[in-house]
């Protein structure tokens, strides 16, 4: 969801495209929904019931959580900036792009499968969700 934000915001710094009406309604529904995740992380918290949510028991993953968010978003807007300036301006192909894509993120869910498929983790932790 945060995703919206920082990508109107490299699109203005980087190609100087004003943020419309739209997006800004856009912007406004989204952040009803931020607004409402945030609450049912409240509600979760007062409940106290830790086989619900890890950050009952560590709440300091809360913050952890939202900074890898925050990280991961803002890569992905700039990588889709960067897949956009790669169309506009340098007219690479489409086919070419999605076919790189595809093609790494091929090689990269098979190294994470065989990595998990082997590695087993004897974890107190990683019982619980098994």
């Known amino acids: 969801m945060v995703e919206l934000y920082i990508l109107a915001l490299l699109n203005l ?63 992905l807007s700039f990588t889709f900036i960067n897949i956009k300036k790669l169309i506009d301006l340098k007219f690479v192909s489409l086919h070419i792009i999605l076919f790189l894509y595809g093609f790494f993120g091929f090689i990269f869910c098979s190294i994470f499968c065989i990595i998990t498929t082997f590695v087993h983790c004897e974890d107190e932790n990683a019982k619980k969700f098994l």
């Open 13 to 75: 710094k980087i190609f100087k495209i004003q943020i419309y009406s739209h997006q800004k309604l856009a912007f406004a529904i989204n952040f009803i929904s931020v607004i409402l995740n945030i609450v049912t992380v409240i509600f979760t918290y007062n409940e106290k019931n830790e086989k619900k949510a890890i950050y009952i028991k560590y709440w300091w993953t809360v913050f952890i959580g939202i900074f890898v968010y925050l990280l991961y978003s803002f890569f």
